[in-house]
């Protein structure tokens, strides 16, 4: 009765362990792990010749290209000059979301360029730049 028994038990385990493996393998199917992939037609933009004290605004169009949602987790800039409004919500695959960068010339002069960036989140992270330019004319500039 002994050896009927332990065949029985070495059969329950050897169900378990293949039940287990196939189970581990469609949860790997169904959960891709796609980078982030994502489309983004022009990562610069000009304003060209502004007046001291003028406000800008460009939409920075983002595409995103992958097979899982896209989220933007943190902005980056390095003035108070510039402003960027996005979308809080995640990204669709094969959805389009747009990146408002607003940039305040008060107290800038000459030629000014501000970088963006954004830390954007899928299946993995993967920083995106964004540049904008203008060249700032003032009716009186001291330099000390």
């Given at each position: 009765m002994s050896g009927k028994c332990d065949l029985l038990f070495i059969g329950v385990l050897a169900y378990i362990a293949v039940a287990g493996c196939a189970r581990s393998q469609r949860r790997a199917d169904t959960t891709p792990d796609t980078p982030v992939a994502v489309?983004?037609?022009d990562t610069f933009h000009d304003f060209g010749s502004l007046r001291a004290g003028e406000t800008v605004s460009y939409n920075f169009r983002m595409v995103n290209t992958g097979q899982s949602e896209l989220r933007?987790?943190?902005v980056e800039t390095a003035c108070g000059c510039v402003a960027v409004h996005c979308t809080d919500k995640?990204?669709?695959p094969g959805t389009t979301a747009f990146v408002e960068v607003t940039f305040n010339s008060s107290g800038?002069?000459?030629?000014?360029?501000?970088?963006?960036?954004?830390s954007l989140k899928a299946a993995n992270r993967k920083e995106v730049s964004l540049t904008v330019a203008a060249q700032v004319e003032n009716?009186?500039?001291?330099n000390p």
């Open positions: 489309s983004m037609p933007i987790e943190k995640p990204v669709q800038e002069h000459g030629h000014v360029v501000q970088q963006i960036r954004l009716d009186l500039f001291i």
